[in-house]
């Protein structure tokens, strides 16, 4: 019998996101604190380890870090997942060309790493990792070092251990980002290097199939989906903008508009649960402040409001967003220093309050999508 599987909702993708992103991935900090096992996840690329961290009561994040080492056949962690039912961590090995699943245990923490290398052609340089809803399927975004981009199928066993399957082409070139969408059926990538996106049908045994692939602007990061199914936010970090793509039931792209950011490389990108407020990470070229952007969004288009506010660490990019909407998370690269996290409070409304300080990782250069924080059913 296949483990049982919780459907979550997956208005919030990271990038990375995610995030991120993402995927960025939907998360829940409601309820969680320093008993719990629910933690925030950050992977560490340059001193391949990932952080984790508990969670006060707020949502914020505690001061002290536990740091584990990616598994012993893994090299520089990049984006990861978490799986639906919360007993797995999912990495995209950025230097190895693999996925890591890393056991979730009651109290958080990591352990039994299984590292599985991407099916033939081998991926090259994974930056982004993206799961299904029904946490059946997982599949990474590879940059290829900036030649053409691919995408790689895994899916999960029983145990929930990663198992390669097929690795497609992209259709771009320095594929950055992934996203599936919440009703399974798309999925979409971000091809920084040809400043496109990709749209896959997604068929029942997971397989995709290539749609179209749209021009959205110089470097194309990172996309959100909406949690409706019914638009793709995508960052642009060369054009310093952030553009709107209606997505049709057909998995088809139409361009609706594009925006100036409010900061300088748009990299990082989260929506929340109702899809109509947003949040964009500032990388600032990774050795300048980084910050956080609010965005709206309609059908009708995305428009960037206020200004950004500095996150007090350089080089943000991994974002998102606690399932309870309460707290947005934000993960520093910092180039020429250590890597942190830091955590904004949400108000009702979607504007960010006052930034707590941020925490460090305990490690180097947490980039792309980076941070994954926890899920409740």
Known sequence: MRRRVYMVSAGVVLALSAAAC????????????ASGGERVYVTNWKSSTISSYRLNPDGSLKD?????????????????VRSPDGTWLYVA????????????????????????????????????????????????????????????????????????????????RGT??????????????????????????????????????????????????SPKNDYVVVTNAKDNTVSLLHLKESSRLDLVNSVRSQGTEPRGVVLNKSGDVGYVAHFNHATDP?????????????????????????GTEGIALAHDGKTLYAANFNKNGKGSVTTFPVSPDGTLGDHADPVLTGGRQPDLASITVPRIP
Do not use: C
């Not at 991935?25 to 409601?30: F, K, L, M, R, T």
């Not at 352990?111 to 994974?126: L, N, W």
């Not at 980084?290 to 350089?314: C, L, M, P």
């Open 22 to 33: 993402g995927t960025s991935q939907e998360a829940g900090a409601e309820g969680a604190d």
């Open 64 to 80: 002290s870090v536990e740091s584990t080492p990616a598994g012993k056949d893994s090299k520089n962690p990049q984006g990861s």
């Open 93 to 172: 090995d950025w230097g190895s060309g693999s996925v890591t699943g890393y056991r979730i245990g009651d109290d958080g923490g990591l352990t039994d790493p299984i590292t599985v290398t991407g099916a033939s052609p081998k991926p090259v340089t994974p930056s982004s990792i993206a799961i299904s809803p029904n946490g059946e399927h997982l599949y990474t975004a590879n940059f290829s070092n900036g030649a053409a981009g691919t995408v790689s199928h895994f899916t999960t066993s029983q145990s929930g251990a990663p198992q390669a399957v097929s690795t497609v082409p992209a259709h771009g």
């Open 176 to 225: 950055t980002g992934v996203a599936v969408s919440p009703d399974g059926r798309t999925l979409i990538t971000t091809n920084s290097e040809s400043g496109n996106v990709s749209s896959f049908a997604i068929q029942e045994d997971g397989e995709l199939t290539w749609v179209m692939t749209v021009e959205t602007g110089r470097g194309a990061f990172f996309p959100a989906i």
């Open 290 to 314: 980084g910050s956080v952007g609010v965005i709206h969004v309609t059908r009708d288009g995305v428009e960037a409001v206020g200004k950004k506010q500095d996150t007090g660490s350089n």
